[in-house]
């Protein structure tokens, strides 16, 4: 934007301002010169300055710590943290040996989590635990039996299995931090509006999206339905933080119902035709990533709508047309000789009370 502010411009402008009839020389060396060259060096560092003076006033994704500046001093909106996954653990070992609360476990990557709270081996042999990850963040959603090792072995205890961790986020992106500045500039909220409930929902860690229903069961109540981060259906952590949250700060008589939604599993068995220069792993990987983007953008374009009655928030769909275009538009995929979703060829419909995340996907040649 001020690129031609260079001191030689400006110095270049400044000389030629000068007027002869004053007997002042403007040639290379003189006095004028000198001073000139000084002055416009000054000034030119102030125009080079000017572009972070935009990103301030007008920010978007690349303006780093303006944008964080920007909705805290101006909306009051502060960036999200990130949430710790938890999931359970199942401890077989000798009766009465005990598992202290912070032992370490891991997975094959070097992922830790702690039991949360001690346990002690029933007589039965096998006892149940939490564990809770090390750090906040997505990549801790392990799988079931993704925990394969501890720290220190300790001695009564033979073996342990997890269960799927969930609750895992990662700390708010700079997208979805501008996102919620847009909104509340565009949307206004004024203590009471479904934009109010939808703002507050959205400010808790580990929210990724809210739908709110202002009047879910009738005449003064409203319904909030969460999904995290990862546009999963949000853990019982995050729910219960945010109606936590919404019962401190609701106008009095407002009755709020904090949820998450029921996950509807797209299971997607694909046959393709592909190039040498690609595998049908890269190939699943790839697919996997676009589908679960689709899955993401029909989720935030549902709830990205104030519903005034529960008539109003309808079922909608994961187009099967659409999964089948993903699928070929993946590099060195020639052709699909077959695609299922959840074992057919049909749109698949998705209750309002619902959002799609990916099941099982499985790419062969």
């Known amino acids: 934007m001020f690129e031609d502010r260079t001191q030689e411009q400006i110095k270049k402008e400044m000389l030629a301002d000068i007027d002869q009839e004053t007997g002042l020389s403007s040639m290379a060396g003189s006095y004028a010169d000198a001073t000139v060259g000084a002055a416009a060096r000054q000034i030119s560092e102030f125009y080079q300055a000017l572009p972070a003076v935009v990103s301030m006033l007008f920010v978007d994704e690349t303006s780093g710590g303006y944008l964080d500046l920007v909705g805290q001093t101006y909306f009051n909106i502060t960036r999200r943290p990130g949430t710790k996954a938890r999931c359970g653990i199942t401890l077989t070992g000798s009766a009465g040996a005990v598992i202290p609360a912070g032992t370490l476990f891991l997975t094959a990557t070097g992922l830790q989590f702690a039991l949360m709270e001690s346990v002690t081996i029933p007589e039965g042999g096998t006892a149940n635990g939490v564990l809770e990850a090390a750090q906040e963040g997505a990549d801790y959603n392990v799988g079931p039996g993704a925990i394969v090792s501890m720290f220190v072995n300790l001695p009564g205890l033979t073996s342990f299995s997890n269960q799927q961790a969930s609750g895992g986020t990662d700390t708010e992106s700079d997208a979805a931090l501008l996102q919620r500045i847009q909104e509340r500039r565009q949307k206004p909220i004024n203590g009471t509006n479904g934009w109010q409930y939808r703002a507050w929902a959205m400010s808790v860690p580990g929210v990724g999206d809210a739908k709110v229903v202002e009047l879910a069961e009738g005449a003064g109540t409203v319904g909030v339905t969460l999904v995290d981060s990862t546009m999963a259906p949000a853990s019982p ?18 009755t709020v119902a904090v949820s998450a939604p029921t996950p509807l599993e797209v299971n997607v068995a694909a046959v393709v035709v592909i190039s040498s220069a690609t595998s049908a792993e890269a190939v699943e990987t790839a697919f996997q990533e676009r589908l679960a983007e689709y899955l993401a953008g029909l989720i935030r374009e549902k709830y990205d709508v104030i519903y005034y009655a529960p008539e109003d928030d309808k079922a909608y769909t994961v187009i099967y047309n659409r999964i089948l275009a ?35 996907l499985e790419v062969t040649t």
């Open 237 to 254: 952590e995050i729910v219960e933080e945010c109606q936590t949250l919404i019962d401190s700060q609701r106008p009095v008589g407002a």
């Open 326 to 360: 993903l699928l070929l538009t993946v590099d060195g995929v020639i052709n699909a000789t077959s695609l299922t979703v959840n074992g057919g060829t049909a749109d698949t419909t998705v209750q309002p009370d619902q959002v799609p995340v990916i099941g099982s």
